[in-house]
């Protein structure tokens, strides 16, 4: 599998699966999740009000991940994926990782083969960037997926950076 480093905007990634940070709701929000709604259009919406009519009418739980349709997106799917907030006082490090490897599962289910991933839960849900760069990336390369390329697609030379240096660890 191949990583590559983006620093950009997430809803313009042509790829097979943009994975969205997703809050448990699926009905859009802030950061990522409001950024994929908003572009991909009503039809994103409309998929994941009949996910919550259907199957999960509690919502997405954390760390597990859906697909449905990319609306306008320059992508075939959009895989929803609710990180966990992070907490000084519990280590949710394994919720995280179930991120990445349920939205690589749910990714080789569609026949996904190039993936575009924020860096989940980095943003509102406080998770230090550092930490949330090494657990992606170690998460991604010990994955066992047919995905052919994971593209991390980060909003800052911040991110890019924390991720080039846990590209770069992990090598």
Known sequence: MR?????????????????????????????????????????????CQDLRRSHYGKGLPTGQAVATTAGRLPARYV????GPVWSRDEDRSELLASCYRESLRVADELGART???????????GWPMADGARIAVETVRAARTEVEEVRFVLFDAAAYAAFEAAVGDAA
């Open 79 to 82: 895989i929803h994926t609710v």
């Open 3 to 47: 990583v590559v480093l983006v620093q950009g905007d997430i809803t313009a990634e042509a790829v097979d699966a943009v994975v969205n940070a997703a809050n448990s709701s699926l009905l859009g929000g802030g950061g990522v999740d409001g950024a994929i709604h908003r572009r991909g259009g009503p039809e994103i919406l409309a998929a």
């Open 115 to 125: 993936v575009a991933f924020p860096a989940i839960s980095t943003g509102i849900y």
